[in-house]
Structure formats: C-alpha cells, structure tokens
C-alpha cells in the first residue's frame, strides 16, 4: 500500500491509533496531492489530523485562508467517513459563509509587505456578523465541545485495516 511519502508501507502491522500516530510524524513535508494518492482510509486519517492541528495551532479564520481549507471538501468527507456527522455538518457551514478558496485568494491578493501584523477582518470582505457566526460555529466543532472524534477515527481505521 502506498504511504504518504510515495513509499510502500505494510499498514496491517498497525493499529488505527498507532496509524494516526505515524501519519502525525510523518505527515508534514508530503504535500496535499501526495495524500491524495493514498488509499481512501489514510487520506481520512490525513485531512483530519491536518485539520486538527490548523484549528489548535491557529483556529478556524486561519484554516481559512491557508492552502490545508482548499482540502475542505476532503475534510468534510473524512469526517462523514468516520461517522462524525455532526462536524461535518458544522464545517460545511462554516465553508458555505466563508469559502476558503475565495478566502485564500484574498489573503494572497492582500497588500501587506513582508512580516506585516493583520488581522484577519484587514484581509478579508467579511461582514461582522458572518465573522461572529463562524466563531460561534467553531465553538460547536469537537475541538471545543468535549466530543472525542479521536475514538470514532481509530475504530474507522481499525475497521478498515482489518479488512485488509
């Protein structure tokens, strides 16, 4: 099976937690078309655990406008995959108030010299009460709400490694 690097890699010999552990070390430096090559179950494990670490490192705004939201879509779907509708449904939202595409291009297109400090209203045409709407539903997301999205991945990528 094709790992994230472009290598082979024999995934029976984990479990789904050892999984996301290895794709959480290894992970950063493959680019998001790379993943793409991956089977279905390591893009799931992928785009979550990119996810996660965008929204505790930086939050919701900044997934925004960083390259990881034009995979938004891709998140989505992982997140149905592993039967976490209710995020899904929340970051769908989310993207339909704020496309990141859109997003992006306007933090790209913005008029700023290097290591100048903005926030993100100075880079974006967002209305304050779509800016307000987006914080209140990232406050619904797993990160902020208790609900441990974490198990629901391990069982999914249990499940699919023991198909193998």
Not at 15 to 39: H, I, R, S, V
Not at 148 to 157: G, H, N, S, T, V
């Amino acid at each position: 099976m094709i790992w994230v690097d472009g290598n082979e890699i024999n995934i029976k010999q984990f479990t789904g937690e050892e999984l996301c552990e290895k794709l959480a070390d290894e992970l950063w430096g493959n680019d998001y078309e790379q993943w793409l090559k991956c089977t279905d179950f390591i893009q799931t494990a992928s785009f979550l655990i990119a996810f996660d670490v965008e929204l505790n490192m930086e939050g919701i705004f900044t997934f925004l406008e960083h390259s990881i939201g034009h995979y938004a879509p891709n998140i989505i779907q992982a997140f149905r995959a592993i039967g976490d509708d209710n995020d899904a449904d929340i970051l769908e939202e989310i993207c339909r108030i704020a496309p990141p595409d859109v997003m992006r291009g306007e933090f790209l297109n913005g008029d700023h010299q290097e290591y100048d400090i903005t926030t993100f209203n100075d880079d974006h045409e967002l209305k304050e009460e779509a800016a307000e709407r987006i914080e209140e539903l990232e406050g619904q997301l797993y990160l902020n709400s208790g609900f441990d999205m974490w198990e629901l991945l391990y069982r999914y990528l249990d499940e699919q490694i023991e198909k193998l």
